[in-house]
């Protein structure tokens, strides 16, 4: 009788030891499982995170309008010879490359479309200039345009419409935009491109990162040489 008992006891025993083992493998697949789901979803968070912010920054410009935007008038002819555009970096934006190798003008007009009028002889970084004459003067030397048409006469016309980067505030003499720096855009326009009254303009810079920048204005009565276009 004793016996008997104490074989039952032993039996009810070995089945605890089992029953705790399937517990402790469940727990340990559960923790194994529950481990992998808490990983695959701090992963997705943190790329859904490099998304959002990767999309934040191509969908904002780097650049923006640092002033007025004013037109070079031949008031003779009623046209404009050139659009001046102040530039700045954007509000906490990173610094911006503006050499023509990564970046590209285009133009646009009632009556012509250029797809890129920008070119490596046109940034001019070797120092600040003080008046937009000097700076397009020394984009000739460079070469980058024939004639400077800035002093508003028709004679003075380029043989082609050409974008002329250049710095009234340059802290380190190359073609970076930083923060606290200032730069121009200069569009020199051919005398069949020059725009005219009611006509619409509109320049674009495309930078590398971030969305370009787009400028676009119509152009008043041309009856100064300084044509403020707001």
């Given at each position: 009788?004793?016996?008997?008992t104490?074989?039952?006891?032993?039996?009810?025993?070995?089945?605890?030891?089992?029953?705790?083992?399937?517990?402790?493998?469940?727990?340990?697949?559960?923790?194994?499982?529950?481990?992998?789901?808490?990983?695959?979803?701090?992963?997705?968070?943190?790329?859904?995170?490099?998304?959002?912010?990767?999309?934040?920054?191509?969908?904002?410009?780097?650049?923006?309008?640092?002033?007025?935007?004013?037109?070079?008038?031949?008031v003779?002819?009623?046209?404009?010879?050139?659009?001046?555009?102040?530039?700045?970096?954007?509000?906490?934006?990173?610094?911006?490359?503006?050499?023509p190798?990564?970046?590209?003008?285009?133009?646009y007009?009632?009556?012509?479309?250029?797809?890129?009028?920008?070119?490596?002889?046109?940034?001019?970084?070797?120092?600040?200039?003080?008046?937009?004459?000097?700076?397009v003067?020394?984009?000739?030397?460079?070469?980058?345009?024939?004639?400077?048409?800035?002093?508003?006469?028709?004679?003075?016309?380029?043989?082609?419409?050409?974008?002329?980067?250049?710095?009234?505030?340059?802290?380190?003499?190359?073609?970076?935009?930083?923060?606290?720096?200032?730069?121009?855009?200069?569009?020199?326009?051919?005398?069949?491109?020059?725009?005219?009254?009611?006509?619409?303009?509109?320049?674009?810079?495309?930078?590398?990162?971030?969305?370009?920048?787009?400028?676009?204005?119509?152009?008043?009565?041309?009856?100064?040489?300084?044509?403020?276009?707001?």
């Open positions: 009788m004793n016996s008997t104490r074989s039952r006891k032993t039996r009810r025993g070995v089945i605890g030891i089992e029953s705790a083992i399937v517990m402790i493998a469940f727990v340990i697949v559960a923790a194994a499982l529950a481990f992998v789901v808490l990983n695959m979803g701090f992963s997705t968070t943190q790329k859904a995170k490099t998304a959002i912010s990767s999309s934040v920054t191509e969908s904002s410009s780097a650049l923006e309008i640092a002033g007025k935007v004013t037109g070079i008038g031949y003779s002819g009623s046209v404009l010879n050139a659009t001046v555009i102040p530039l700045k970096v954007a509000g906490g934006g990173d610094a911006v490359s503006l050499d190798a990564l970046a590209d003008i285009k133009y007009s009632n009556t012509v479309r250029y797809d890129n009028i920008y070119k490596s002889a046109c940034v001019l970084t070797s120092t600040a200039y003080t008046t937009v004459s000097s700076a003067d020394a984009a000739v030397t460079a070469g980058c345009t024939d004639k400077d048409a800035v002093n508003g006469t028709t004679a003075h016309a380029p043989t082609t419409t050409q974008a002329i980067v250049y710095w009234d505030v340059n802290k380190n003499n190359n073609s970076i935009l930083d923060q606290g720096e200032h730069a121009n855009l200069v569009i020199q326009y051919k005398s069949a491109d020059r725009p005219a009254q009611l006509d619409n303009i509109k320049a674009e810079v495309v930078l590398p990162t971030g969305s370009a920048l787009t400028v676009e204005r119509q152009v008043p009565a041309v009856t100064t040489q300084i044509v403020d276009l707001g």
